[in-house]
């Protein structure tokens, strides 16, 4: 009885009646704590896909780079030289393993990883874990996502012309996928891998707060969707005291010891804000892995995901890649990737971020990362089936195939792992409303959304699918601050984020 008394009491703080979503209310009634974003497309999120390239930046970067580093900029040069010479190595052996290179899982076997498993993720970030949900059921999701598609031909999608990326957030397919015991459990297994130095940090991995993100329907032979190398979570904001800064997520990097970054410490990472520019689409959640589920059967050249499985190098290289130029800059010259060829240039003219750019996500290129051999160490998934769950580190750079080859859709529901923190607690809130008026969710494009959508899910149809962890992820019940085996830190957080979803006064 107090569950539901509770879970009424917030939602009608939440602004909606007891009961299945009210449909009459206007989307506009979308109030949030942060400003509504303006309405897009994922082409928005990127320069590349907007249209726009890349060029130095406001003249305070240099400034930037150069507070960052003061006092160390001898232990940054030694740092960057025995990168270089650590990557020259790395990513011949990436090369050369290809797909085999990306640790793989099924699903039954979670609860008991090999030692092998468990290394090769810790070292390269990704993984796909096999029949996480059953073909039946995902394919059952598919025809349900293309009957809403078409009783809903006004979705925006990207690109329009051709639709390949929707932006739909609370279709009946995505709201199932999100809440299934098995994708919950199966990020879980995935938080496990985060650690926090701090005994007592305000973070909790055994409770996954659901993000809600898009989907992909790709089809055969298109090149619109031809999205490069990248990292979501920002981009400017990795170099900003006010970004990553505050948690000081870098430090190690920035210090001259790229080798003691622990890209796996999750502490540092809760006081990040990681969209400072207000980006459609940047991400201002704590998402510990990107991911999907997979609803076809895709392989490599068929629009599929590529990855750089250099976890810890990468993330240093294209970090400390703006603090040196090349004194040799023709890339044909036999010495251009020396490391003598790149000294440090702190200069008050250097500002660029390679790739960088505000209010958009971070790329990369070959032409300025051309240490990372992008063209060889951006590797396929192997071949993926319904069901199948995919997922890489925060950190990681991923792209997606320039064309699809193939001769089926490759199609895939966008689900992030989030662990339960304050600020994702308080986002939970806002996408708990956005999802209650059918708006999008608040990261991402605003607009009307689906707030008028035929068949749109309601709060009794996810209780329907998952009363427990599944409507706790929505922020639609309380999590659980009783459970056993808790840390003072978990249960706090889970105390502090019932407050911040309104359960308890």
């Known amino acids: 009885m107090a569950t539901a008394i509770n879970t009424t009491r917030a939602l009608w703080r939440a602004g909606c009646r007891r009961g299945p979503v009210s449909r009459s209310r206007s989307a506009r009634s979308l109030a949030t704590a942060a400003t509504e974003k303006r309405e897009g497309d994922i082409s928005d999120a990127f320069a590349s896909l907007s249209g726009k390239g890349f060029s130095p930046l406001d003249p305070r970067f240099a400034a930037v780079k150069q507070q960052l580093v003061a006092g160390r900029e001898d232990a940054l040069q030694a740092s960057w030289i025995r990168l270089l010479k650590s990557l020259q190595e790395e990513t011949a052996l990436i090369a050369e393993q290809g797909s085999k290179a990306i640790p793989e899982i099924d699903y039954q076997d979670i609860t008991s990883p090999s030692a092998e498993f468990r290394a090769a993720h810790r070292k390269r970030g990704v993984a796909v874990i096999r029949d996480v949900i059953s073909d039946d059921e995902v394919l059952a999701m598919k025809d349900e996502l293309r009957s809403y598609i078409a009783a809903n031909p006004h979705t925006k999608a990207f690109p329009p012309e051709n639709p390949q990326v929707f932006e739909l957030y609370w279709s009946p397919a995505q709201i199932k996928a999100r809440s299934?015991?098995?994708?919950?459990?199966?990020?879980?297994?995935?938080?496990?891998?985060?650690?926090?130095?701090?005994?007592?940090?305000?973070v909790s991995t055994r409770h996954p707060a659901i993000y809600a993100d898009r989907l992909r329907m790709r089809l055969p032979g298109d090149a619109r969707f031809a999205l490069g190398p990248h990292v979501d979570g920002g981009s400017c904001e990795r170099w900003e005291e006010t970004g990553y800064g505050r948690g000081k997520v870098y430090a190690d990097i920035w210090r001259g010891d790229w080798e003691s970054y622990d890209p796996w410490e999750s502490s540092c990472r809760l006081p990040v804000v990681s969209d400072l520019y207000q980006g459609v689409g940047a991400c201002s959640?704590?998402?510990?892995?990107?991911?999907?589920?997979?609803?076809?059967?895709?392989?490599?050249?068929?629009?599929?995901?590529?990855?750089?499985?250099?976890?810890?190098?990468?993330?240093?290289?294209?970090?400390?890649?703006?603090?040196?130029?090349?004194?040799?800059?023709?890339?044909?010259?036999?010495?251009?990737?020396?490391?003598?060829?790149?000294?440090?240039?702190?200069?008050?003219?250097?500002?660029?971020?390679?790739?960088?750019?505000?209010?958009?996500?971070?790329?990369?290129?070959?032409?300025?990362?051309?240490?990372?051999?992008?063209?060889?160490?951006?590797?396929?998934?192997?071949?993926?089936?319904?069901?199948?769950?995919?997922?890489?580190?925060?950190?990681?750079?991923?792209?997606?195939?320039?064309?699809?080859?193939?001769?089926?859709?490759?199609?895939?529901?966008?689900?992030?792992?989030?662990?339960?923190?304050?600020?994702?607690?308080?986002?939970?809130?806002?996408?708990?409303?956005?999802?209650?008026?059918?708006?999008?969710?608040?990261?991402?494009?605003?607009?009307?959304?689906?707030?008028?959508?035929?068949?749109?899910?309601?709060?009794?149809?996810?209780?329907?699918?998952?009363?427990?962890?599944?409507?706790?992820?929505?922020?639609?019940?309380?999590?659980?601050?009783?459970?056993?085996?808790?840390?003072?830190?978990?249960?706090?957080?889970?105390?502090?984020?019932?407050?911040?979803?309104?359960?308890?006064?």
Not at 180 to 199: R, T, V
Not at 402 to 411: I, L, N, Q, R, T
Not at 496 to 503: D, V
Request: proline share 7%; hydrophobic share 35%.
């Open 285 to 505: 959640m704590f998402r510990m892995f990107q991911g999907w589920l997979s609803v076809s059967t895709t392989g490599p050249y068929q629009g599929t995901l590529l990855v750089n499985p250099l976890l810890r190098h990468s993330t240093a290289y294209f970090l400390l890649r703006p603090f040196f130029s090349p004194r040799n800059a023709d890339p044909a010259s036999s010495n251009y990737l020396a490391p003598s060829n790149w000294p440090l240039d702190l200069s008050s003219t250097n500002s660029w971020l390679q790739g960088a750019s505000q209010g958009h996500g971070q790329e990369l290129r070959p032409e300025l990362h051309p240490h990372l051999k992008l063209d060889e160490t951006m590797i396929h998934m192997p071949e993926v089936h319904p069901g199948d769950y995919v997922s890489w580190h925060c950190d990681t750079i991923h792209a997606v195939d320039k064309v699809h080859s193939g001769s089926s859709d490759s199609s895939v529901m966008y689900i992030p792992t989030c662990p339960l923190t304050l600020s994702n607690a308080e986002y939970l809130a806002r996408q708990r409303r956005a999802f209650l008026d059918g708006t999008p969710s608040p990261d991402f494009g605003g607009g009307v959304g689906e707030s008028q959508h035929v068949g749109r899910m309601g709060v009794e149809d996810v209780r329907k699918v998952d009363e427990g962890a599944g409507m706790r992820g929505m922020g639609l019940r309380e999590f659980d601050d009783g459970e056993g085996g808790l840390s003072n830190g978990e249960r706090e957080v889970v105390a502090r984020a019932n407050k911040i979803l309104g359960f308890y006064d």
């Open 180 to 202: 299934h015991p098995n994708l919950l459990k199966a990020q879980q297994f995935l938080m496990k891998f985060w650690h926090s130095k701090d005994p007592n940090a305000l």
